[in-house]
């Protein structure tokens, strides 16, 4: 409860931050886009990772405050990274199941983009299996509106869930983000090489993009686009960074 009542305030104390990791694209050689992920900085308590208040913001209804701050954020400093390139970078926002289900989602992200004059392509929208599994025809048709405003659609930690992957075929989806569990083994591990191999053909075949996450050495990088994977995201290429050093990275890159 203690925690509930510093989160309840982190807001207002400017105690929020965003991160973002930069994503590379294998094919074209360049930077994509940056995945946005939250901080939190306690003055008393330091940094609280979000794997512990994530859960207690789900399960005490804070998220949708939270989240709503991370999409105004992150769709703000997209807007600033227009002034700095003409390539089309996508910011990626992870939403929670929680986040998912609550009736006023689109009408908030259709207010954001027009209030930073964003075309919908710009925004990638991260969601888990687990939002799409416990009410499959909602999910279905919000995922159709997302798609109708070109909003994109990323499956987070794919191939973790409990999901049937028949839902690759009935939900809008764009790209499916290979979880890093995956990754982290893949040079020496022929089970996580064959997963890895078979996820990027059926995605392949299915018309949905691939990126793969955790990628810390050069090695996982060649190996990743041998197999045709499109796209990178992980220590090896950069580090989640302050949105200072993201923007540097931007003109330095495009
Ligand atoms: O960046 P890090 O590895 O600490 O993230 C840990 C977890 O927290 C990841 O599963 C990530 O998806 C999640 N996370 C990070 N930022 C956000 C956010 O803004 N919203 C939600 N719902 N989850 C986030
Ligand atoms: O669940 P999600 O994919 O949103 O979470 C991403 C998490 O993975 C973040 O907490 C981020 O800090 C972490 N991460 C990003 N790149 C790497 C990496 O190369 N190695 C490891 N171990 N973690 C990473
Ligand atoms: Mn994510
Ligand atoms: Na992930």
């Known amino acids: ?33 940056f995945e946005a992920l939250l901080r939190w900085q306690h003055p008393e308590l330091g940094f609280v990772s979000p794997g512990e208040f994530i859960p207690l913001a789900e399960r005490s209804g804070l998220v949708i405050p939270l989240g709503e701050w991370v999409l105004k954020t992150a769709l703000a400093e997209r807007a600033a990274w227009q002034q700095l390139t003409s390539s089309e970078l996508t910011v990626a926002v992870n939403l929670s199941p929680v986040q998912f289900r609550q ?21 990638e929208l991260e969601i888990t299996e687990s939002a799409m599994v416990e009410d499959p025809a909602q999910a279905a048709s919000l995922l ?25 075929k009935r939900f809008a989806l764009n790209k499916l983000k290979i ?20 996820i990027i053909s059926m995605a392949n075949s299915l018309e949905l993009e691939t990126i793969a996450e955790g990628v810390e050495t050069a090695e996982q990088q060649a190996l990743l686009k041998q197999l045709g994977c499109q796209a990178i995201q992980g220590y090896h290429y950069g580090k989640p960074m302050q949105a200072t050093a993201a923007r540097e990275m931007i003109s330095r890159e495009l």
């Open 103 to 123: 009736p006023g989602l689109l009408t908030l992200i259709d207010a954001q983009l027009q209030a930073h004059q964003l075309s919908a392509a710009a925004l």
């Open 144 to 168: 159709d509106a997302f798609r109708h405003r070109g909003l994109r659609i990323a499956v987070d930690d794919f191939g973790t869930g409990y999901s049937s992957l028949s839902y690759l």
């Open 179 to 198: 979880d890093q569990s995956f990754i982290r083994d893949l040079l020496a591990d022929a089970d996580d090489r064959a997963i890895v191999q078979a």
């Open 1 to 33: 409860l203690l925690l509930e009542n510093a989160l309840r305030r982190a807001i207002d104390n400017n105690e929020l931050s965003l991160v973002y990791q930069p994503q590379y694209s294998l094919q074209q050689q360049k930077l994509i886009g």
